[in-house]
């Protein structure tokens, strides 16, 4: 596996399955063109090994140009296609053979079509290294190709993300792991804490519990922490994108995690949309929201029993516990008709053996 910039990539060609294709598609050209002296265009900048790597298969007179071309930002096509370095003026007349690294949805090639249909060359063919079937339109003959693959994205021997990648050997495949993120909630004393420890080992997610990311970053004096800090001393509210850009660097800390938890946020509708917004900018969004449900003098009785071994005092108290209580579903049920709407919401029965409890929550998310 590599990294890339913010994205890993997995092995999917090597050196000889691209030396295979390449040879390929040189000789079915000189079986064309070895009588005549074709001139082979290469379009930048993803071609250019490809480029090189023909004329060294190719044993025959040739001659080489290039045109540059651009589409692509990031993983995915603008859908417009810029003339960077237009057509060479030395192909009047002769033959001309394009040279794509790669052929997905034919944007580009509809613009080479129409760049040499218009350069009063004698004939002009279209070879690629790599062709995507699947999402090709169809509209243009592909005379040569090396390899059909799937619609995967693909970086290294001259494709690229975001200008990196290039010069790699071999061909990566974008590792699109399915991921899964979660909304826990539950009531104090339902057992948020055993319970996202078991989803964390088992799925390989990362557990993102707001109160510990808070302390974190005050303990540690980041500039999240000071900001975050500078408000609780002044008794306000931590706004909510204060929040959103810890939960933020908590996820790019974790890009390996098959999905995260997200414990103790949102606590609101708002809290809720902008965490929805902020996943949306990472290709991620929330699979499924799960409320560990539990009957309140079942929970209230764990809680007493847990401040006594503990100490802590908020547990010692049940008029406390049960303001505690109040407050979750005060806050809880606007959230619930939040995801329910979007048919996320689960609910768990989060009273008896720990062991039952995970086999529950296992079934829903197994179920996604």
């Known amino acids: 596996m590599i990294k890339l910039h913010d994205k890993y990539f997995k092995p999917f060609l090597s050196k000889q399955e691209i030396e295979t294709a390449v040879k390929k598609v040189a000789h079915a050209v000189a079986a064309d063109y070895k009588d005549q002296v074709p001139i082979f265009v290469g379009v930048l900048n993803g071609s250019f090994m490809f480029v090189s790597d023909v004329l060294k298969h190719y044993e025959h007179p040739c001659e080489v140009s290039f045109v540059k071309l651009s589409s692509y930002s990031g993983l995915t096509s603008t859908g417009i296609v810029e003339t960077l370095l237009d057509v060479p003026e030395n192909i009047e007349g002769k033959v001309v053979i394009i040279l794509e ?37 169809g509209e243009y003959t592909i005379d040569y190709v090396g390899m059909e693959i799937p619609d995967k994205f693909i ?53 993102i519990s707001t109160g510990d990311v808070f302390r974190y970053n005050i303990k540690n004096d980041t500039p999240l922490g000071q900001l975050a800090k500078s408000y609780m001393d002044k008794g306000d509210l931590v706004p909510d994108e204060v929040t959103i850009k810890m939960l933020q660097d908590e996820v790019e800390k974790n890009p ?33 929201t799960i409320a560990l449900e539990a009957n309140d ?72």
Do not use: C
Not at 102 to 131: C, M, P, W
Not at 269 to 286: G, H, R
């Open 101 to 137: 690294d790669i052929i997905d949805t034919g944007r580009t090639l509809q613009k080479l079509v129409h760049l040499f249909a218009n350069a009063n060359v004698k004939e002009f063919k279209i070879a690629t290294l790599f062709y995507k079937p699947s999402v090709y339109n």
């Open 256 to 288: 390996e995690a098959s999905g995260f938890i997200f414990d103790g946020f949102p606590r609101t509708t708002a809290q809720a949309e902008a965490l929805d917004n902020f996943l949306d900018t990472k290709d991620m969004k929330i699979n499924a």
């Open 297 to 368: 003098e079942v929970l209230i009785q764990r809680l007493l029993e847990r401040g006594e071994v503990s100490g802590r005092p908020d547990d010692q108290d049940e008029d406390k516990i049960r303001n505690r209580f109040e407050e979750y579903n005060q806050k809880t049920a606007p959230l619930k008709q939040y995801y329910e709407s979007k048919g996320k919401f689960h609910s768990v029965n989060g009273i008896g053996a720990i062991a039952d409890i995970t086999e529950r929550l296992k079934a829903v998310i197994d179920k996604l």
């Open 155 to 207: 970086v290294g021997y001259g494709l690229d993300y975001n200008e990196l990648g290039r010069n790699l050997k071999e061909v990566y495949q974008l590792n699109q792991k399915y991921m899964i993120n979660i909304v826990l909630f539950g009531k104090p004393g339902a057992g948020k804490g055993t319970q996202a420890a078991f989803l964390r080992d088992t799925y390989n997610l990362k557990h």
